[in-house]
């Protein structure tokens, strides 16, 4: 089942933070970030193994409550090129033996003007 | 350090055609996946190869199917093309299991 992600959309000036929520109805083994310009591919960001784990990236960091079965994507002093569409994408954790198959949310827009 | 190529770019086909899309991992990579991603929504799996062997499988009817060669590149078909078809086309690549996912640019497929 696909996780649905909160807010679908939303637009921020430079230097303000946002969060971006993920939820799955089931079981969660690994959760994935990423972020898509419009007319280009998918670029990682980070990929979260571990219930409780977070992990960060510049100015960008995740959270993971693997009992809640949601994942937290924390944008802080957003820059303009933080501009896209972020999209958490989960695996179940029958995966976790391999073969990941990974079900992506329908996205969260996110637009930062100067 | 060469990262995932696809190709064509673009593609136009006819309903009922066929058509192949071909990908290329980044180096060091083994495993192949496929996405369907349609406008303005997330991209859907497919499948995905390791060892030239197809071991996960989404949602997708037989029509679609796949190839992995032994230098890891791998094939998409699909036959008796529909409308519904169009999308772009994503393939990922990564090294084993270890989850990060590195996305080509996408053959966009147009049905017509």
């Known amino acids: 089942q696909q996780p649905v992600q909160s807010p679908q959309a939303v637009i921020l000036r430079e230097g303000e933070d946002a969060v971006i929520n993920c939820s799955s109805s089931k079981a969660l083994y690994s959760v994935h970030w990423y972020r898509q310009k419009h007319g280009e591919a998918p670029v990682f960001l980070m990929i979260?193994?571990?219930?409780?784990e977070q992990k960060g990236h510049d100015k960008i960091s995740a959270s993971f409550n693997e009992k809640k079965q949601q994942s937290s994507l924390y944008l802080t002093a957003s820059q303009l090129s933080y501009s896209g569409t972020y999209f958490c994408?989960?695996?179940?954790?029958?995966?976790?033996?391999?073969?990941?198959?990974?079900?992506f949310g329908t996205g969260t827009k996110l637009q930062v003007i100067p | 350090d060469a990262g995932v190529t696809q190709s064509p770019t673009h593609l136009i086909k006819t309903r009922g055609q066929q058509v192949t899309l071909r990908c290329s991992p980044k180096s060091g990579h083994d495993t192949v996946s496929w996405y369907q991603q349609a406008l303005g929504q997330g991209p859907q799996f497919i499948f995905q190869y390791y060892e030239e062997e197809e071991r996960q499988r989404g949602n997708f009817p037989d029509r679609f199917s796949g190839h992995q060669f032994p230098n890891y590149s791998s094939e998409l078909n699909v036959n008796a093309l529909l409308l519904g078809d169009s999308a772009l086309y994503l393939c990922a690549s990564s090294l084993g299991w270890g989850g990060e996912q590195y996305f080509g640019p996408g053959t966009r497929l147009t049905v017509t």
């Open positions: 994408g989960t695996a179940p954790p029958e995966n976790s033996g391999g073969y990941q198959k990974v079900t």
């Open positions: 979260l193994l571990k219930g409780g």
